[in-house]
Structures are given as C-alpha cells and as structure tokens.
C-alpha cells in the first residue's frame, strides 16, 4: 500500500498521506515518497494547486515516526543522517529547499503536531476541521522545530502568539488558530475536504505565472528594506508584463469573456 496517495481534480492535485494508523506521521520511506511527489508536482505544467491532506479523520499528519527516526539515527553515521534528511529537502518535501512555485493549501483534517505542523505551515493556505489541533511539541522531549516551524510560525501568527505555541509546546483548537491566523478557515470536518477543492479550483482558473510571480515576491520580501522590497516588487512586475497571459487577461478583460491562461 502506498504511502502517499496521488488524485487529479482537473488542475488541482490532491495529494493524501495514507498512514491513518500511525496517525499519518512519516517514517524515512513515506516522506521520501512525498519529496518524490512534490517534485513531479512542480514539473507538471497541467497540475496547477496542490491540496494536502491526511487519510482518515483523526490526524493530518503528527509528524515523524519517531521509533523508525531514533532507529536510523542510531545506526547512520552523522554526517550521512544529516545529508540525507536535514540538509535536502525538509520534512513533508516542502519544509526546506524544494519550494514547488504553485499555489499549495493543507486541508488539516484532526491532528497537526511538530512536523505535520510544520509541513502545513510551508504551504500558502491552511484550512482545516473542526476537531483541529496544532502543536509544536518538540520542547516536551528536548529539542526544538527544525523543518521551519520556528522561521514561518511567527511570520504567519506573530512572535508573541508563536513564541506562546513554541515555548509550552501545548495544543491549539480550531477556534483559536483561526483568531491568531494560523488557519484561513475553518469547515465542518464532513464539508473540509470539498471546500478545500473547490477553493484550489478557484485558485487554479487563476493566471499561474501572475501568482508564481507574486508568491516570489512575497516571500523574498520578508524581512527586506522597504525600498529594496519595493524595488523587487516593481521588477516582477515589469516582468509578467513580457508575458503572453497578461496579453491574454487584458484581451479577456476588454471582450468581457473568462480569460484562458497557459502558463507563458
């Protein structure tokens, strides 16, 4: 049985951790699978938003398997544990490095904990279910997020609210998530997964260059001078108008018709 499950809804891929009896956490094996998908992902011209989500009803994904990650530590040497899981691409494929340059949402259905957490914090959007919970635990056994938990969390929720998550290690409610900014949405667990779809099927009628290039911005503006970061944005700008999908915007705009992007 796979490890990750791979679906296509038109132009939205919907890509399903398939561990639900350990909770949806990965082991060495699943999440190189999961890198795997990722990248054929950022590869296909024809899948435009990618939707995450966890089998079963209990549990996003609550991080690494533990027992098999101790088992490997304890018998790689450190520099090959390291160059093989810390230093390419993060946990859940996207935490660190492999940045897939298309519109991503975690449809966080039960328990996101230390690296679940994490890989839901590195796509764009996160929704989630009702019975939702959020943790970054990895102060209760010694050590502290390393696959960007500690970089994007306050970005998203602030350093307060994210210092407050860090430092207890406890878990957060739905509710709560959605009023520090954690989550874009909450659904009814029944209705998450549809609604998740729907929204990426939104997102993916959407010029992709327009929101390739605004997602770069976005992200390299953070922590820029404004005026360094204005410039970058001005840049990208003059850029996408070198395309031929703002051509055809523009054109869709003046014909009053939906306009028809391709990607170049």
Known sequence: MSNVLVQ??????????????????????????????????????TARVAVI??????????????????????????HEFRTRFT???????????????????????????????ELALACDLRFCSENAEFALQDVRWGFHACDGGLVRLPQIVGLGNAMEIVLSGERVAAPHALRIGLVNAVHAGGELLEKSLRYAD????????????????????IGLPMDEALRLESRSFHDLGQTRDLAEGTASFREKRPARFSGH
């Open 53 to 78: 989500t966890g089998a079963g009803d209990k549990a996003f994904c609550a991080g690494a398997d533990l027992k098999t990650y101790t088992m490997n530590f304890a018998q790689r040497p450190g």
């Open 202 to 221: 939104m997102l993916a009628s959407r010029a992709p260059l327009a929101q390739r290039f605004a997602r770069d911005v976005m992200q390299r503006a």
């Open 87 to 117: 230093d390419g691409p993060g946990f859940g494929g996207i935490t660190r490095v492999l940045n897939v340059g298309k519109p991503t949402i975690a449809a966080v259905n039960g328990f996101a904990i230390s690296g679940g957490l």
């Open 8 to 45: 296509d809804h038109g132009a939205v891929r919907l890509i399903t951790i398939n561990r639900p009896d350990r909770m949806n956490s990965l082991d060495f094996a699943a999440n190189e699978e999961l890198v795997a998908v990722w990248r054929a992902f950022a590869a296909d011209d």
